[in-house]
């Protein structure tokens, strides 16, 4: 139990729509970063936050965009959905940008 | 990019049996990391590796990050039915940005 939570568990949303998911955690963890995790591959890191301002990017267009509250929960933000998007969406949290914690994630299905 | 190779992309072993993966890079890498992944469940930290030439326990897991540091490998002792899954190596770079990058994963099958 890692004590890191995200909401919702599963979607399914169609193109064109926009998207929100949500990280939370027990403990004040105050840095976050945001996975995606196609089908049968490793997750691929979309970015990082900490201390509320990003802190590193992956290979991810601007539609892909994160916001970090004071009380370090996280969203993540995809605009202009594409049916490639459909993925398990994971958030990783830690302290202090060291080795992060996952949560159970949130499977998005766009048709 | 940064690319990690892991192998084997799956084994199939008796129960019982020890299982060996390993996971290589063409980057030099700070930190290896091994993470474990049931069925729609995010992965799980199993082993994290520091420093080059350490070797790590926890409990039947053993891994050890590799001298070039270009390599790690987790090694599986005694195999018991709960070992089911996809088992993940993940590194961090030398000139860290602290983003992980992960291998594709070895899925591990046990026979009855």
């Known amino acids: 139990e890692t004590g890191v939570t995200q909401s919702p568990t599963h979607l399914i949303k169609t193109r064109g729509q926009q998207v929100t998911l949500r990280c939370s955690s027990q403990?004040?963890?105050?840095?976050v970063s945001w996975y995606q995790q196609a089908l049968g591959q490793g997750p691929q890191f979309i970015f990082q936050?900490?201390?509320?301002?990003?802190?590193g990017r992956g290979n991810f267009p601007p539609r892909f965009s994160g916001l970090q509250f004071p009380n370090y929960s996280s969203e993540l933000n995809v605009n202009a959905l594409e049916l490639d998007d459909s993925a398990l969406y994971l958030c990783?949290?830690?302290?202090?940008?060291?080795?992060?914690?996952f949560g159970p994630g949130t499977r998005l299905l766009v048709l | 990019g940064q690319q990690l190779n892991q192998s084997p992309q799956s084994m199939f072993i008796q129960e019982g049996e020890d299982v060996s993966m390993n996971c290589t890079s063409s980057?030099?890498?700070?930190?290896w990391l091994w993470y474990k992944q049931d069925p729609g469940e995010g992965p799980v930290l199993l082993i994290a590796?520091?420093?080059?030439?350490e070797l790590t326990s926890n409990g039947r897991l053993t891994a050890q990050f590799g001298i070039t540091r270009k390599d790690s490998f987790l090694n599986i002792s005694a195999s018991i039915p709960s070992d089911v899954g996809i088992y993940f190596c993940?590194?961090?770079?030398?000139?860290?940005?602290?983003?992980?990058?992960f291998g594709k994963g070895t899925r591990l099958h046990i026979l009855p």
């Open positions: 990783a949290k830690g302290q202090n940008q060291e080795t992060q914690y």
């Open positions: 403990s004040g963890h105050n840095t």
């Open positions: 936050y900490y201390r509320e301002e990003e802190n």
């Open positions: 980057s030099i890498f700070n930190t």
């Open positions: 590796l520091y420093k080059a030439g």
């Open positions: 993940a590194g961090q770079l030398m000139n860290r940005d602290d983003k992980i990058i």
